[in-house]
């Protein structure tokens, strides 16, 4: 299970931070205490020593949610302040239920 990390209330984000580690690497998920939606997630990964070694920090914001067949979709994805994905319209289908058929109850 992961640990509660914080609240975040810096630069006006009022978000809940979940935290997953493991030897190599960190990755924050920066929660909205409102709308429980994921605004942001910060990874950082220690490099290998073959590669130089030192630590990489991606960030990768969510924004612009919009409510696509019942499921809130981010439709802009801003990558490392790099580049920013923008969606212009999303649909989801139905999960067909034969998938889980081969779930054991006991692993549920």
């Not at 609240?7 to 935290?19: H, L």
């Not at 919009?66 to 923008?86: C, E």
Request: cysteine-free.
């Amino acid at each position: 299970m992961a640990p509660l990390a914080d609240e975040n209330t810096s630069n006006n984000e009022n978000s809940y931070v979940v935290q997953f580690k493991d030897e190599t690497s960190t990755t924050k998920y920066f929660i909205d205490k409102d709308t429980y939606l994921i605004k942001k997630i910060i990874s950082t990964v220690l490099g290998s020593p073959r590669t130089g070694g030192g630590t990489y920090e991606a960030i990768t914001k969510y924004e612009d949610y919009k409510n696509s067949d019942g499921v809130m979709v981010p439709f802009s994805i801003n990558l490392n302040n790099y580049m920013t994905v923008k969606v212009s319209e999303a649909h989801l289908k139905p999960i067909d239920e034969v998938i889980f058929s081969n779930i054991e109850k006991s692993k549920i």
